[in-house]
């Protein structure tokens, strides 16, 4: 990869002598154009809601919206007074951070003595793993376990513990370990050093794009996830925000958790959906530039 | 070279990398409490499970749990079901990402392919609880799909509590959110396509068409064939996470799969040892659908996983 602009860049660079365009070519960006609009169009529509008026929403009912009515702060403002959004939204961040920190601890072991060479158990060790790809229990037995034999239920543990390890995520870091340079193993060995710093000062700095990706991987799917949380976490205050967007979202429940006000009984909703996705949204243009690269090559070979 | 008898080996093997086999511990501990240990699923799909006697202490019952879900009203309901959502998802959902990377390709633009990939990534990164909402917020009456709709078909209500819609909405809901996210392996299998085929395909005058058809097409095959063998692997474990959220009792007739099935009877009613058979009969479909894919597609493209 000489190109070090990402090599997502060269798909659109290659074999176009930048011609004329025919009748396809003017068809396709039109094409394209209206996929935009259309993937767009849901999300805009939640952000013009969000920032308007509850009441001129109401009015407005099933219209197109193109911008947002009375713009106005309001529904923000509500959401971020209340205690139980707030608490859970800390929450959320508490179970994605840790999350995050414990797979990437473990996603790194793993794929660093999977990379080595010459290791005896190292067949026996792939076998393991590949096992868990087809089955690794139920629902249930993973509920029991978690509930009855670990007594889980009601701590994060629950939410971060199992499913820390990807093995998908743990095969891309392997393919990136792997193509470290030999040489450069062999170098560090020669002056001394044994595989706990090897990994930390040779591997790890060297495969950063693919690691920095990683996180994306690991974050978004456990800042996303409601359902385990649902069947493992019994109060209240520990709730995630995903559970409480599910009270706001799905189940109606806007009067009970006191967000009837009628200025934004309509806008909440909205608001509440920008919040939980707005902080895992965020991190995407954070870890793109290492995107194209670290995700590319692992998945070419991978 | 004098070959080491395995005490030999293995003692050379541990001075060199008892390090390693260290750092794997975490691993190995993780893998057989979380991964190993849950299989006793097998074992309680035949028991009738009671928590205070344990596995070993319950009564093992056989097949029963097995002959009882089978022979229930809702059995046939719930496969069919489950099967007609995962084959619609697979239908529709499964070839978008690869024909919008296919037409990603034949973009001139550069500044428009990246524009359209950044953008088609965007749902990716909604949650489930929040796409759900977006989606009864939508077709709702008050939404701007649904108030359209009933217009035009002079229906009431909320278009989710119709079930002739339930499987639509669900899969177009997915299309929108993993479309773009998904091209991205075949973004990637499209650049290791080797740029000398297209520069001799140009000097043999081929047209768009035919380099598509004669250069493109065949680079992403391998990569459209494994993802579609491991897609096959889960035809019956359609999740239960969006299913949840978007079911309501109006669709139970249609929305019901045995994921949300399994968690109602598992985890509510609490009926352990038939929740597991239910479990265990659909990873047992699974296997046995990703080995003859695996096989069928061994046989006819060369392409495998295993």
Same mark, same amino acid.
């Given at each position: 990869m000489s190109n070090n602009k990402g090599s997502g860049r060269s798909l659109f660079k290659r074999r176009r002598k930048l011609g004329a365009y025919d009748w396809f070519d003017y068809l396709n960006t039109a094409m394209m154009l209206l996929l935009c609009v259309v993937m767009l169009y849901p999300m805009w529509h939640v952000v013009c809601a969000s920032f308007?008026?509850?009441?001129?929403?109401?009015?407005?009912?099933?219209?197109?919206?193109?911008?947002?009515?009375?713009?106005?702060?309001?529904?923000?403002k509500a959401a971020f007074k209340h205690s139980l959004i707030v608490g859970s939204f800390l929450n959320s961040v508490s179970i994605t951070v840790g999350s995050v920190a414990v797979s990437m601890v473990m996603t790194i072991l793993c794929a660093y003595v999977l990379s080595r060479q010459r290791v005896f158990f190292k067949k026996f060790f792939n076998l393991m793993i590949v096992i868990?790809?087809?089955?690794?229990?139920?629902?249930?037995?993973?509920?029991?376990?978690?509930?009855?034999?670990?007594?889980?239920?009601?701590?994060?543990?629950?939410?971060?513990?199992?499913?820390?390890?990807?093995?998908?995520?743990?095969?891309?870091?392997?393919?990136?370990?792997?193509?470290?340079?030999?040489?450069?193993?062999e170098a560090a060995y020669i002056d001394g050093a044994n595989h706990w710093q090897v990994?930390?000062?040779?591997?790890?700095?060297?495969?950063?794009?693919?690691?920095?990706?990683?996180?994306?991987?690991?974050?978004?799917?456990?800042?996303?996830?409601?359902?385990?949380?649902?069947?493992?976490?019994?109060s209240r205050e520990k709730l995630p925000l995903q559970l409480v967007l599910r009270e706001i979202l799905i189940q109606n429940n806007i009067e009970q958790l006191g967000l009837d006000a009628i200025n934004i009984a309509a806008s909440i909703e909205y608001a509440a959906m920008i919040i939980g996705t707005l902080p895992i949204l965020l991190l995407y243009p954070a870890l793109q530039k290492h995107f194209t690269k670290g995700v590319m090559i692992g998945a070419v070979k991978g | 070279?004098?070959?080491?008898?395995?005490?030999?080996?293995?003692?050379?093997?541990?001075?060199?990398?008892?390090?390693?086999?260290?750092?794997?511990?975490? =691993?190995?501990?993780?893998?057989?409490?979380?991964?190993?240990?849950?299989?006793?699923? =097998?074992?309680?799909?035949?028991?009738?499970?009671?928590?205070?006697?344990?596995?070993?202490?319950?009564?093992?019952?056989?097949?029963?749990?097995?002959?009882?879900?089978?022979?229930?009203?809702?059995?046939?309901?719930i496969i069919g079901n489950t099967l007609k959502l995962s084959l619609a998802c697979l239908f529709f959902g499964f070839p978008a990402p690869v024909v919008l990377s296919?037409?990603?390709?034949?973009?001139?633009?550069?500044?428009?392919?990246?524009?359209?990939?950044?953008?088609?990534?965007?749902?990716?990164?909604?949650?489930?609880?929040v796409v759900c909402g977006m989606v009864l917020n939508f077709v709702g009456s008050e939404g701007f799909i649904g108030s359209f709709y009933?217009?035009?078909?002079?229906?009431?209500?909320?278009?989710?509590?119709?079930?002739?819609?339930?499987?639509?909405?669900?899969?177009l809901s997915n299309i929108w959110e993993e479309m773009g996210w998904g091209t991205i392996v075949y973004l990637a299998a499209l650049l290791s396509i080797d740029t000398t085929l297209y520069e001799a395909a140009s000097i043999d005058v081929a047209g768009r068409w035919a380099k598509m058809f004669n250069v493109t097409i065949p680079g992403i095959l391998p990569t459209f064939i494994i993802t579609f063998i491991l897609r096959m692997g889960r035809i019956l474990s359609v999740g239960s996470d969006k299913a949840l959220l978007l079911q309501t009792d109006a669709t139970l007739e249609v929305s019901d799969i045995i994921s949300t099935y399994v968690y109602r009877r598992g985890?509510?009613?609490?009926?352990?040892?038939?929740?597991?058979?239910?479990?265990?009969?659909?990873?047992?479909?699974?296997?046995?659908?990703?080995?003859?894919?695996?096989?069928?597609?061994?046989?006819?493209?060369?392409?495998?996983?295993?």
């Open positions: 308007s008026d509850g009441v001129e929403l109401m009015k407005h009912g099933g219209n197109i919206l193109l911008a947002p009515l009375n713009f106005t702060f309001d529904a923000y868990t790809m087809f089955y690794s229990g139920t629902l249930i037995s993973r509920y029991m376990l978690i509930t009855q034999t670990l007594g889980l239920s009601d701590t994060f543990w629950a939410l971060i513990l199992p499913g820390c390890l990807s093995v998908y995520n743990m095969i891309i870091v392997r393919t990136a370990f792997e193509g470290v340079p030999d040489s450069l193993n990994m930390w000062k040779v591997t790890v700095p060297l495969c950063k794009s693919t690691l920095a990706v990683m996180v994306l991987y690991y974050a978004v799917p456990v800042w996303n996830s409601w359902f385990s949380a649902s069947i493992y976490l019994k | 070279m004098k070959k080491d008898n395995l005490v030999t080996v293995l003692k050379k093997d541990f001075k060199r990398n008892w390090m390693l086999y260290l750092m794997f511990v975490p =691993i190995l501990v993780y893998l057989i409490i979380f991964c190993y240990w849950p299989m006793n699923g =097998i074992l309680i799909a035949f028991q009738d499970y009671r928590p205070r006697r344990g596995i070993w202490g319950s009564d093992w019952v056989g097949f029963k749990h097995f002959k009882a879900f089978f022979t229930t009203y809702s059995c046939r309901q296919l037409f990603l390709n034949e973009l001139k633009s550069r500044r428009l392919g990246r524009m359209v990939q950044n953008i088609t990534y965007l749902p990716h990164f909604i949650s489930t609880v009933n217009q035009l078909t002079g229906s009431k209500g909320s278009m989710i509590t119709r079930k002739e819609l339930y499987i639509p909405i669900y899969v985890i509510h009613d609490q009926s352990w040892g038939y929740s597991s058979a239910v479990g265990l009969f659909t990873i047992v479909i699974n296997i046995t659908l990703i080995t003859i894919t695996n096989r069928l597609s061994k046989k006819v493209s060369g392409n495998s996983l295993w």
